[in-house]
């Protein structure tokens, strides 16, 4: 079989045409709402574990609020098996709740109650482990060898295979999002 050079990492029941669809199927989606034939193109993957693709396979890889599902530690595996089957010159492009909109949406008040509310809204309703911000983003992209790490707009992209991509694209999701791409 022959691999397409774009994947689509964590898509739940957003299935691309022309990409890799892949997922975890964990159980903080909700699948029993995706139809049968959805599912049948989603490509089941540890997305944390090694991935069964060779080395520098696609020149694109996408992923939408699927990176802050993961702690830390597991976001760094999962950014190394992206970096290691990433062609020389492909972009990841990653769509995730910023740590800074988070603060401002979800912390609103700095005492105790507050950053109890705070969790509650930004952790627990949504089973996400952890947000990175621009700056923590490229150290830790850096460190994995990328060679860029830019901050781009929603839907926007210098590279027509990474625009439009994003669901979660209305003015509101937008200003609480951060899209970055990752460049090998």
């Given at each position: 079989m022959e691999l397409p050079d774009k994947v689509h990492y964590g898509c739940g029941g957003n299935v691309l045409p022309g990409w890799m669809n892949t997922d975890g199927f964990d159980a903080c989606f909700p699948w029993d709402t995706v139809a049968p034939e959805v599912k049948s193109r989603i490509v089941a993957l540890d997305l944390v574990g090694r991935h069964p693709?060779?080395?520098?396979?696609?020149?694109?890889?996408?992923?939408?609020?699927?990176?802050?599902?993961?702690?830390?530690?597991?976001?760094?595996?999962?950014?190394?098996?992206?970096?290691?089957?990433?062609?020389?010159?492909?972009?990841?492009?990653?769509?995730?709740?910023?740590?800074?909109?988070?603060?401002?949406?979800?912390?609103?008040?700095?005492?105790?109650?507050g950053a109890t509310l705070g969790r509650q809204e930004a952790y627990t309703m949504w089973s996400h482990k952890h947000f990175y911000c621009e700056e923590s983003l490229s150290l830790v992209a850096g460190h994995l060898g990328f060679s860029?790490?830019?901050?781009?707009?929603?839907?926007?992209?210098?590279?027509?295979?990474?625009?439009?991509?994003?669901?979660?694209?209305?003015?509101?999701?937008?200003?609480?999002?951060?899209v970055m791409e990752l460049t090998k």
């Open positions: 693709f060779p080395d520098e396979q696609f020149r694109f890889g996408f992923s939408e609020h699927f990176l802050e599902h993961l702690d830390q530690a597991e976001s760094l595996l999962f950014l190394a098996e992206c970096y290691r089957t990433m062609a020389r010159g492909g972009v990841l492009r990653l769509a995730f709740p910023g740590l800074r909109g988070v603060l401002r949406r979800h912390y609103r008040r700095s005492d105790f109650e860029r790490a830019d901050v781009v707009a929603t839907s926007c992209s210098e590279h027509p295979e990474l625009r439009n991509l994003e669901l979660r694209n209305k003015p509101e999701q937008a200003a609480f999002n951060l």
